[in-house]
């Protein structure tokens, strides 16, 4: 018995938007190389299993994730080249499901070797029979995601779903802001909209250290280097102890939705990084000196 995979083009689609690879010469290359890499983290997941048995809880939550990444860069590769193949995939019901989960391998290394050669097809494809062939290897690389999926009591069309939530925090199609918890609040009972935050230098016992003012109120405790050698890394603890503070509050007072809160936390940690990096090439005075609003 066979059923047409409504959600998988309805996936497709979706998933198109959040090709970043698509303005690329190796577009076909690159998503031939992260489905396979993600082949790889699905192989990992078994491997882990039968490694901790029992004490892998995080098992099938992993995977489900890992099946969805794999997912993705399949329904790419398969649209880009051969667009009419996903409309003729369908999910098979022949085998009666048990409840529990069996972590069979075979499925897993099927999953693994179709991969593989899908890999290798795409780059040596240039005929209309290497074409063929590897529009066959991808029918039959679907069939042993299929079987992985259900030896493992995964459902394909929910593993599509959270990686689609997924991708979409990372990279959100439009940024929508949640309006400000006290908008609606008189002025004297809303928080500052704007505040000026200072960082002095201040030297004690022959150590630099630095003093964190907000609104001309001290704030914090006095951050050091933490070390005798002058490296500048108090303006590291200066960044991490800062953005935790805004994250906090943002995330309190409902500044982001969730998705972009995520965004702005890794492009934060992005900024603590290069702050790390220039107070290492720069004195400390140079780096960061006077108010910073």
């Avoid at 497709?12 to 090709?19: G, P, V």
């Avoid at 240039?126 to 042993?144: C, Y």
């Avoid at 493992?152 to 918890?181: G, H, I, M």
């Amino acid at each position: 018995m066979t059923q047409a995979l409504h959600w998988l083009s309805d996936f497709s689609e979706k998933a198109a938007l959040t090709d970043r690879f698509k303005d690329s010469a190796d577009h076909v290359e690159l998503l031939a190389a992260g489905m396979m890499g993600e082949a790889g983290g699905v192989l990992a997941e078994i491997k882990k299993k039968h490694r901790e048995s029992q004490a892998y809880p995080a098992y099938r939550g992993r995977l489900v994730e890992e099946l969805g990444d794999l997912l993705w860069y399949y329904v790419r590769l398969v649209t880009t080249l051969s667009p009419t193949l996903l409309q003729e995939l369908v999910t098979t019901h022949g085998a009666e499901r048990s409840g529990a989960i069996t972590a069979t391998l075979d499925p897993f290394l099927d999953l693994g070797a179709a991969a593989g050669r899908a890999l290798e097809l795409v780059r040596h494809r240039g005929d209309q029979a290497r074409l063929e062939e590897l529009r066959t290897t991808l029918a039959n690389l679907w069939s042993s995601i299929q079987r992985a999926a259900e030896s493992n009591q995964v459902d394909l069309s929910d593993a599509a779903t959270r990686n689609l939530n997924k991708t979409a925090s990372r990279w959100p199609t439009e940024k929508a802001y949640a309006p400000l918890f006290d908008d609606a609040f008189p002025e004297e009972e809303q928080l500052p909209r704007k505040l000026e935050v200072e960082f002095r230098d201040r030297s004690r016992d022959q150590q630099g250290v630095v003093i964190l003012r907000c609104n001309n109120l001290n704030f914090g405790d006095r951050l050091t280097d933490n070390i005798q050698d002058a490296d500048g890394y108090r303006y590291h603890d200066i960044f991490t102890s800062l953005m935790q503070h805004i994250s906090v509050g943002h995330r309190s007072f409902g500044r982001f939705s969730a998705p972009n809160e995520r965004v702005f936390q890794e492009s934060m940690k992005e900024k603590t990084a290069l702050a790390r990096s220039s107070s290492k090439k720069q004195s400390p005075r140079s780096c960061l000196a006077g108010p910073k609003s």
